[in-house]
T-cell receptor, first 114, second 120 residues
Framework: TQLLEQSPQFLSIQEGENLTVYCNSS?????LQWYRQEPGEGPVLLVT?????EVKKLKRLTFQFGDARKDSSLHITAAQPGDTGLYLC??????????????FGQGTILTVHP | ETGVTQSPTHLIKTRGQQVTLRCSSQ?????VSWYQQALGQGPQFIFQ???????GRGNFPPRFSGLQFPNYSSELNVNALELDDSALYLC???FGVGASGGAAVPYEQYFGPGTRLTVT
């Protein structure tokens, strides 16, 4: 069973602070996606990382895929109240016929206070 | 480009009843995956449909079934509803490319807004 451990589970910070969310597994993933979800809505895709060691930037968000493709991180610089939400990592298992079964972490609830 | 849509938005059913949820995939996509998300947890994979056939299934009982239509829209059916079936049901569409053996290997998945199902 492919498992993704996401940490921390909860994060409450002040506007302007930096933060990092981690996503770890003992399994290798062919790709890993980060989503942001607001209450009552579906997850919105932020980024997909595919290559080990890959770093992608999306404005104040920096995503990194581990060299071994088993872990990933999301770093937010100068957080704003609009960043508040549930952040989810999801991996597509490597090898065999994964059937596109995304394995999700349990999520990180981020609250940014003005 | 039309995004993923789901209907209905909310639904309340009684234990033992049956329910059908609907999903229209994003334009250009041929694969639909269904997920169940309990409150405070990440989504759990139910099953996926590629070109009208089931293409993989998670750890859900047979009373969870589905269909995909020629226009790639999809339905999720749940029979004999249980209280634990109360959740947000999400569908995600993607473009699957047939790999060796015919299995689809979808890439990025785009989610609909979900259907909130409450079983009483």
């Amino acid at each position: 069973t492919q498992l993704l451990e996401q940490s921390p589970q909860f994060l409450s910070i002040q506007e302007g602070e930096n933060l990092t969310v981690y996503c770890n597994s003992s399994s290798v993933f062919s790709s890993l996606q980060w989503y942001r979800q607001e209450p009552g809505e579906g997850p919105v895709l932020l980024v997909t990382v595919v290559t080990g060691g890959e770093v992608k930037k999306l404005k104040r968000l920096t995503f990194q895929f581990g060299d071994a493709r088993k872990d990933s991180s999301l770093h937010i610089t100068a957080a704003q109240p609009g960043d508040t939400g549930l952040y989810l990592c999801a991996g597509l298992p490597a090898g065999g016929t994964s059937y596109g079964k995304l394995t999700f972490g349990q999520g990180t609830i981020l609250t940014v206070h003005p | 480009e039309t995004g993923v849509t789901q209907s209905p938005t909310h639904l309340i059913k009684t234990r033992g009843q049956q329910v059908t949820l609907r999903c229209s995939s994003q334009s250009g996509h041929n694969t639909v995956s269904w997920y169940q998300q309990a409150l405070g947890q990440g989504p759990q994979f139910i099953f996926q449909y590629y070109r009208e056939e089931e293409n993989g299934r998670g750890n859900f009982p047979p009373r969870f079934s589905g269909l995909q239509f020629p226009n790639y829209s999809s339905e999720l059916n749940v029979n004999a509803l249980e209280l634990d079936d109360s959740a947000l049901y999400l569908c995600a569409s993607s473009f699957g490319v047939g790999a060796s053996g015919g299995a689809a290997v979808p890439y990025e998945q785009y989610f609909g807004p979900g259907t909130r199902l409450t079983v009483t």
